[in-house]
């Protein structure tokens, strides 16, 4: 399954993102309650020093609060504000508890516990507790507030957070995507010219790239230059091959011509016919191969300047027929396919034409939605039953027609790697074969 890069890294970002405002929600929350119940207990530790200042021991040991010197919020029916003092004998509890008792045990001098208790009205305290000692005795005094206001807000900044965290979060990833599209912009520019060099428009990728694909825009002209350099030792071997071969043809013929072979009429036949089909087709490589030398490896199909001249290559071919070429191609024609497959494949199927032509053949292009190749000649033709055969590597119908039955097979290979598709259908009009090739429309 193919996943687009900038998916996957926006993918990854938004994840880590939402990992990491969940932690950071985790530690704002325990942060805020922790400072508003350190402000509480600090204030409940003032009220417990304030209700022991206030608290008044007559001659006769009998334990009083002056409830002039204590806040007055601890005087108001469940105000959220509640204390209890409890010594020798004695019990004392803030007003604002009413009919509601705290159960709270004695402390040793000195000694603080912090609790969180349910309070006269189901709601959660807060309560402090401290054992003061005072004119010898020892009094431990529980101070509580209600937790209900400060956990409504810390609900609403817990809200206001998420929300906020929600829009700086969808604004990071819009801002993240336009930058990693930014930023990926390079690949697309060399994805463009990847497409161009099969076009045939480029012959190397541009190496002004950002350093992180330079490696792989650096391994890829690399492998170009090996293949262009194969291609056309590729060529050149062919041109050499039909070259070296002219030498010892030249013996032969002499050879052939001598009084010996000449005096067995059959064989002195039979080797010249030979000496003359390997000729014609050194003759023949050697012209294809010099027209193949014209443009670079990878270049586009221009059909006005590369038809031409292999007419004129297969007029020389065929000098001996004299045939007349008709083509007919729209103006400013350029097929986005490989020059050097498009040669092969109209090379090949003209080639064709010409050894079966009797004077004509004829070559048609056409826009449509596809390119549409046609491809006619005036001869025998074939019967309809044997056409679908035409492609089979090595068959040959006439075995008097010079050849060696690949040509049409290579065709075939070609428009199949095109994603095309070849036909192969008597002439209405000139009586011979009507070849049609229909390409996927990538002109231009």
């Not at 957070?161 to 700086?168: E, K, L, P, R, S």
């Not at 097929?335 to 048609?364: H, P, Q, S, Y």
């Not at 040959?396 to 097979?409: A, M, P, Q, W």
Request: net charge negative; aromatic share 6%; glycine share 4%.
């Amino acid at each position: 399954m193919m996943r687009s890069l900038q998916f996957r890294l926006s993918l990854s970002l938004f994840v880590s993102l939402i990992l990491a405002f969940i932690v950071l929600w985790i530690l704002m929350s325990h942060a805020s309650r922790f400072l508003a119940e350190e402000y509480m207990l600090t204030r409940l530790e003032h009220d417990s020093e304030s209700l022991l200042a206030a608290l008044k021991i007559d001659s006769n040991n009998n334990v009083n609060i002056d409830n002039t010197r204590i806040d007055s919020i601890y005087m108001r029916p469940f105000s959220g504000h509640y204390y209890k003092i409890i010594g020798h004998n004695i019990s004392l509890r803030s007003r604002s508890l009413w009919d509601h008792d705290i159960d709270i045990q004695p402390l040793s001098v000195g000694s603080q516990q912090r609790m969180y208790i349910e309070g006269p009205q189901k709601q959660p305290l807060l309560i402090i507790i401290k054992t003061f000692s005072k004119l010898g005795q020892s009094f431990t005094i529980a101070t509580a507030e209600d937790l209900s206001a400060i956990e409504m807000q810390l609900a609403q900044l817990q809200i206001y957070f998420i929300v906020t965290v929600v829009i700086f979060l969808l604004s990071l990833v819009a801002i993240q995507a336009w930058i990693l599209h930014a930023g990926l912009g390079t690949l697309n520019k060399t994805r463009r010219e990847l497409q161009e060099l099969s076009q045939g428009k480029l012959i190397q990728l541009n190496s002004d790239v950002p350093t992180e694909i330079f490696p792989l825009v650096s391994e890829i002209n690399h492998l170009l230059n090996i293949l262009d350099q194969r291609l056309l030792r590729s060529r050149n071997a062919l041109g050499d091959l039909a070259h070296t071969l002219k030498k010892p043809l030249t013996v032969l013929k002499q050879i052939a011509n001598d009084d010996i072979i000449k005096n067995n009429p059959d064989l002195h036949k039979s080797v010249n016919e030979q000496l003359e089909s390997i000729q014609r087709h050194a003759t023949r490589i050697l012209q294809r191969a010099r027209l193949a030398g014209e443009g670079p490896v990878a270049s586009q199909f221009n059909a006005n300047e590369d038809i031409p001249p292999l007419i004129a290559t297969l007029k020389s071919i065929y000098h001996n027929k004299s045939l007349t070429f008709i083509s007919q191609i729209p103006d400013d024609l350029t097929i986005m396919f490989d020059r050097e497959d498009m040669l092969e494949l109209i090379g090949n199927l003209l080639d064709n034409a010409c050894k079966w032509a009797n004077n004509t053949v004829r070559i048609t292009l056409e826009l449509n939605r596809n390119i549409e190749i046609n491809i006619e000649d005036d001869g025998p033709g074939v019967e309809e039953s044997k056409l679908v055969s035409l492609t089979q590597r090595g068959l040959r119908l006439d075995e008097k027609i010079d050849g060696h039955g690949l040509g049409l097979s290579i065709v075939s290979e070609i428009v199949n790697s095109l994603n095309g598709e070849l036909k192969f259908q008597p002439s209405k009009e000139m009586g011979g074969v009507h070849v049609k090739v229909s390409l996927p429309g990538n002109q231009k």
